[in-house]
C-alpha cells in the first residue's frame, strides 16, 4: 500500500489528499467532537499535540505499507474536514480494511460516502485490493448506512472484538470485495 508520492484524488465535490503536520489544528477541530469520536476507539482529543500523533499514526501506516489515510476536504477550500483510508492491510492476502470520520458539520450531506466510493476504487483499481473490510460499532447505525450504500455487505458480529476506552466493544464486520462493483 506504498505510494512513492502520495495520490491525490478527485471526486465531484472533494479532494482528498495528504494529511500534513500544518493540519492539525484542522484535525483537533473535529476529533475534539465527543459525536465525532464516539466509536471512533479513542478518547476526544484535547490538544495539538493528540492531532500530530494521529497524523504520526497515518504516516507510519503508510511507510510500514499497512495502509494509507488521505485527508478530506472541499475542492473550494483546502481545510481537512475528515479523513478516510486503510488500515491493517495484509498484502498477502490483498485485504484491508476501511476507517473513516467526519467532522459533524458535514454529517448527512453524502460526502463521506462520495468519499469512502472514491478510495475503495483507488484502492482496487491501484494497490491491488480484492477485499475490503469495515469494522463498525452496532450502535453506530449512520456509519452502517454509509458503508451499505456503497456496497458493502455486513457478515456477522464479532463479539468483545476490541477493548476501546476501558470497555470490550461489539463490532459488525462488513466487506465489499473487487467483483461486487
Known amino acids: 500500500m506504498s505510494a ?12 482528498l489528499r ?5 493540519d492539525a489544528n484542522s484535525i483537533l477541530v473535529y476529533l ?3 459525536d465525532v469520536m464516539k466509536y471512533y476507539g479513542l478518547l476526544p482529543f ?3 499535540d493528540d492531532a500530530l500523533d494521529e497524523i504520526a499514526w497515518y504516516q507510519s501506516i503508510q511507510d510500514q505499507q499497512t495502509g494509507m489515510r488521505w485527508g478530506i476536504t472541499l475542492k473550494e ?5 475528515g479523513s478516510c483510508g486503510f488500515h491493517n492491510g495484509v498484502p498477502k492476502h490483498f485485504r484491508t480494511e476501511i476507517g473513516f470520520e467526519l467532522s459533524k458539520a458535514y454529517w448527512g450531506k453524502g460526502i463521506a460516502a462520495e468519499a469512502i466510493k472514491a478510495v475503495v476504487n483507488y484502492g482496487f483499481d491501484h494497490l491491488n485490493i480484492n477485499r475490503i473490510e469495515a469494522l463498525i460499532e452496532p450502535a453506530n447505525q449512520p456509519s452502517q448506512k454509509v458503508v451499505e450504500k ?9 463479539r468483545n472484538y476490541e477493548y476501546t476506552n476501558g ?6 464486520i462488513y466487506s465489499l470485495l473487487k467483483q461486487d462493483i
Open 18 to 22: 495528504k494529511i500534513t503536520a500544518e
Open 167 to 172: 470497555k470490550f466493544d461489539d463490532l459488525y
Open 46 to 48: 484535547t490538544s495539538v
Open 32 to 34: 475534539s467532537d465527543e
Open 150 to 158: 456503497i456496497g458493502f455487505i455486513k457478515e456477522g458480529l464479532l
Open 4 to 15: 512513492e508520492h502520495f495520490p491525490i484524488i478527485e471526486t465531484p465535490r472533494l479532494r
Open 77 to 81: 477550500e483546502d481545510i481537512i474536514i
